[in-house]
Nanobody, 129 residues
């Protein structure tokens, strides 16, 4: 069973940076994709970054150029470097693991929360103006 634990959230002023970490354990070798998602109160969970086993990444336009996803496969840690943060980035952030070894097509499916079966408990990010 895959277990995911996020850390690194906190409060920051607009324009600041934060780096989130997600430590994975269990059968993560079977996951071709890992992703970061966020959910603000009253809003649907949205994908902000995803990475496949080969290191290819995908981002929505809302965070492109500001967020960077990366992974350390030797330590089973997933990262999300967030910079130039905005108040609208305030949300609970979750990491997730895709259940399969197959590729998703089209690639933007990797940003869809329903493609993922395994989730961490979340870490709060609050950006003040």
């Amino acid at each position: 069973q895959v277990q995911l634990v996020e850390s690194g959230g906190g409060s920051v002023q607009a324009g600041g940076s934060l780096k989130l970490s997600c430590t994975a354990s269990g059968y993560t070798y079977s996951s071709n994709y890992m992703g970061w998602f966020r959910q603000a109160p009253g809003k649907e969970r949205e994908g902000v970054a995803a990475i496949d086993r080969d290191g290819s990444t995908i981002y929505p336009d809302s965070v492109k150029g500001r967020f960077t996803i990366s992974q350390d496969n030797t330590k089973n840690i997933l990262y999300l470097q967030m910079s130039t943060l905005k108040p609208e980035d305030t949300a609970m952030y979750y990491c997730a693991a895709h259940p399969g070894t197959y590729r998703l097509f089209p690639p933007y499916r990797a940003l869809s929360y329903y493609e993922y079966d395994y989730w961490g408990q979340g870490t709060q990010v609050t950006v003040s103006s």
